[in-house]
Structures are given as structure tokens and as C-alpha cells.
């Protein structure tokens, strides 16, 4: 199951299973970090990057 939430007004979480195809995607979004603590990839939320 794939879950995306707003973290806050910059920035959206999504929580994967993991799978190789999944990281080489979201590898590709400019300014994505993995958090660690919460296991889940942070991504800006602009719309440069969701659209």
C-alpha cells in the first residue's frame, strides 16, 4: 500500500513498500530526501514537482 500525506505547507510524505522500480522513481524528483525516522520520502509540494 502506498500512502501520501501533506506534512506541511511545503512538503508531501509517501510511505512505500519497498520495491528497486519505486526508488529509481522517486530518485528522479528534484529536492526528495529520505527521512529516516519516519520511513517515508519527503518531496516538496510545488507544482513544478507534482505536475
Known sequence: MIEIRK????????????????VVFIRKIQGRRWDPNQKLWI???KESVIF
Open 7 to 22: 506534512l506541511n505547507a511545503d512538503a508531501l510524505g509517501f510511505k512505500l513498500p519497498y520495491n528497486p522500480e519505486h
Open 43 to 45: 518531496i516538496p509540494y
